[in-house]
């Protein structure tokens, strides 16, 4: 015969609900100890403040010495002196000039002998290139026009380097290239309107220095008479490596 086990007694019945309510009680206390905070009271200032009492700054009184009014404009008395017009005045009579059409014009007829003619000269400027009569350079007379022009070029080769001077700014600095040079040999023979265009205004300065040296040429010629001639040389300044 079996022994009846009372429901009452039975210990694991209620065990699912003892276990959840033991983890909500677990997860409540770790929460809340998570959630804990501390402060060291030493590092805690804890003052009064007193608002009661107001502070009422004393502004100081400064004296401004304000300049007086000008006084007031003293009124001008203008004095009217009427002078009698005792001085008789001619006036002057201007007489038209304008001729009308019953004026007659004088019929005359003019010979060909009282005209005169003034002949303008024309300041003319021509290319070394195309120039009919070139430049005489001194120590080039007395040659043909294609020899004459000839010796014209090599004769100012040879016053560039006679006169060639590499500015020692320019050698410092390193600066080198062409120079080239304008210039005009007017009706006297003169080196006029000197121009040049280079890398730098060093050289170009050196450059227009040697062209002003040129000694005074016979002018050029363009058909028999006396011309502005111009004229172009290259100038060269280059540094020798090493």
């Known amino acids: 015969m079996e022994a009846k086990k009372n429901p009452k007694m039975e210990i694991g019945r209620n065990s699912s609900i003892y276990f959840a309510i033991g983890l909500n009680l677990m997860l409540f206390l770790s929460w809340q100890g998570l959630e804990y905070k501390t402060y060291e009271k030493e590092e805690v200032a804890i003052d009064i403040l007193d608002v009661e009492k107001e502070f009422e700054e004393e502004i100081p009184v400064v004296n401004v010495n304000t300049p007086p009014p000008p006084p007031p404009p003293v009124a001008i008395q203008e004095s009217i002196q009427i002078v009698e017009d005792v001085e008789e005045i001619e006036e002057t009579v201007i007489e038209s000039t304008e001729t009308s059409q019953d004026d007659a014009i004088e019929e005359r007829i003019v010979e060909i002998d009282e005209v005169e003619v003034e002949e303008v000269e024309e300041d003319v400027q021509v290319a070394f290139a195309v120039i009919e009569d070139v430049p005489v350079f001194p120590g080039c007379e007395g040659l043909s026009k294609k020899e004459s022009k000839a010796c014209f070029q090599r004769k100012m080769q040879e016053h560039v380097k006679a006169h060639f001077t590499y500015p020692q700014t320019a050698l410092d600095l390193s600066i080198q290239g062409r120079v080239s040079v304008v210039f005009v040999i007017d009706k006297t023979g003169h080196i ?51």
């Open 192 to 242: 006029t309107g000197i121009r040049s265009r280079g890398p730098d205004k060093i050289l170009e300065k050196e450059a227009e220095r040697i062209i002003s040296k040129l000694p005074q040429m016979k002018p050029g010629r363009q058909r028999g008479r006396p011309v502005k001639v111009a004229y172009a040389v290259p100038i060269f300044f280059k540094l020798l490596d090493g």
